[in-house]
């Protein structure tokens, strides 16, 4: 597997419009070949903003990088650049490998 992560500092006060974006956008991620699971967390609060991460988990690194190329990936990001003004700064990228995954028997989720 891997994770594809982008971290993103919001202005304070622009969480619930930052939120609204995620929460109103067609993502296009079910229709991609390769597509596991996707998450927006919010974390920890700054002084001058709230960081969020977005977190896609793929099957490889190679289906991650299909979708950066594809017309999915152009559709779900066209109006990316209308929301600049809630965040500090660019998102940062991080991709990971998966070493060890674990999962419950019980396989609850909140």
């Known amino acids: 597997m891997f994770i594809a992560m982008n971290r993103f500092k919001v202005v304070k006060g622009s969480e619930a419009a930052f939120e ?3 929460l109103s956008r067609d993502t296009h991620l079910d229709k991609v070949p390769g597509f596991v699971e996707f998450h ?3 974390g920890p609060e700054a002084d001058d903003h ?5 977190h896609t988990v793929w099957q490889s690194r190679a289906a991650f990088e299909a979708w950066t190329r594809s017309e999915a990936f152009r559709a779900a990001h066209h109006k990316a650049g209308d929301n600049k003004p809630l965040y500090l700064g660019h ?3 991080e991709g990971f490998e998966t070493i060890q995954a674990t999962r419950s028997s ?4 909140a």
Do not use: D, E, I, N
Request: aromatic share 16%; no cysteine; glycine share 0%.
């Open 40 to 42: 927006l967390l919010r």
């Open 106 to 109: 019980k396989s609850a989720v």
């Open 91 to 93: 998102p940062q990228f």
């Open 20 to 22: 609204q974006v995620w």
């Open 50 to 54: 709230t960081l969020y991460a977005s």
